[in-house]
């Protein structure tokens, strides 16, 4: 099973992933967690270049596309893994939120793997940019609300559930184990 968390910056991915991870091992199964960009030398530079102020213009964001694509391409193999559950921190569904134009992106990711659960951490964009570190391009209001929109178009297209991610570590942690219970066969009643 791979189930993918998106959401825009600041969102808590990933805390509520290292709280899911625990709490599915609890229940006996075995967890890998994954994070987009990787750490590959292709992930490097990825986030050397979402630094630059130009991150956003379409020639950078065309490059970002391709990179992003390539350095999902490290992960894809390990996938294969049926015996474990795989929760990834971001997924190609990042590239078709914050990259464009969408055609493009969909060419590249052709191969990527389909998440079987998304799970999209909705955050107010206000709240994204105040916990926001500084450091990335990307983390200004108007490119984050264009972001978002993206997202609540994009999970229609893939089974998945929509948390709200503008409550408290604990509520966030609870909400998404309920609703990840039923895709593996939990009591999602069984959950404080
Ligand atoms: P992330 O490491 O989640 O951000 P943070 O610095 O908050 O830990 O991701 C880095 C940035 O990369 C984030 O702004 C989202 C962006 N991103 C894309 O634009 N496209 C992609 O395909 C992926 C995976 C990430």
Not at 86 to 93: E, P, Q
Not at 96 to 104: F, H, I, N, V
Not at 147 to 163: F, G, P, Q, S
Request: charged letters at 30%; aromatic letters at 8%.
């Amino acid at each position: 099973m791979y189930i993918v968390f998106e959401g825009i910056d600041g969102a808590g991915k990933s805390t509520q992933i290292q709280l899911l991870k625990e709490w599915l091992e609890a229940n006996g199964f075995r967890v890998e967690t994954l994070v987009e960009p990787t750490d590959s030398k292709v992930g490097n530079l990825i986030r050397e270049i979402l630094q630059h102020p130009d991150a956003t213009t379409d020639r950078v964001q065309k490059t970002l596309g391709l990179l992003f694509a390539a350095d999902r391409m490290f992960i894809m193999d390990k996938l294969e893994d049926e015996s474990k559950i795989f929760i990834s921190d971001r997924s190609f569904i990042s590239s078709l939120a914050y990259q464009e134009p969408a055609e493009w992106i969909e060419v590249l990711n052709k191969y990527a793997k389909k998440p079987d659960l998304l799970l999209l951490l909705d955050l107010d964009v206000k709240k994204s940019v105040a916990r926001a570190s500084g450091e990335d391009t990307f983390e200004n209001e108007e490119f984050l609300t264009k972001v978002k929109d993206n997202y609540l178009r994009i999970v229609e297209n893939y089974t998945h559930e929509i948390i709200d991610a503008n409550n408290g570590v604990n509520k966030v942690s609870s909400d998404i184990k309920k609703a990840v219970a039923p895709y593996l066969g939990l009591c999602p009643d069984c959950i404080r």
